[in-house]
């Protein structure tokens, strides 16, 4: 039930304010050091992740753990490494959310719906 008042949310939202895809230096001030609580958009499974300022990515997905890398390419494309996910662009919706957005479909991925500082897992 949790899961269907996200999707609600990201319909919502996505109607209500105006979007900005962030540039490379934007993205990483975002993430860097943070946990990101998101919603997989094509699996409607929560998942929290944390970008390490090292690089390395780690994600809590129904308790399980999985290690991979993070990276922003110099146009301010997010890609993470060794787990799912590839590359897309971060888009600001206005309203404290943003989309990871699939480079090459359009297609939204994820919504980060919270980031906080540190590891929160």
């Not at 949310?9 to 946990?35: H, I, P, Q």
């Not at 662009?89 to 980060?112: F, L, M, P, Q």
Request: proline share 2%.
């Amino acid at each position: 039930m949790k899961t269907l008042a996200y999707i609600g949310l990201l319909l919502v939202s996505s109607m209500s304010f105006a979007a900005e895809t962030l540039d490379a230096e934007a993205v990483k001030k975002l993430l860097t050091g943070k946990t990101a609580l998101a919603l997989s958009v094509g699996y409607s499974a929560e998942l929290k992740n944390y970008f390490s300022p090292d690089g390395k990515l780690y994600r809590n997905l129904d308790g399980k753990i999985t290690v991979g890398t993070w990276s922003v390419e110099e146009d301010g494309t997010h890609c993470v490494q060794n787990i799912p996910g590839g590359c897309g662009k971060i888009v600001s919706n206005g309203d404290g959310t943003y989309d990871r957005v699939n480079n090459k479909t359009g297609e939204v991925k994820a919504r980060w719906f919270a980031l906080v500082d540190g590891k929160d897992f």
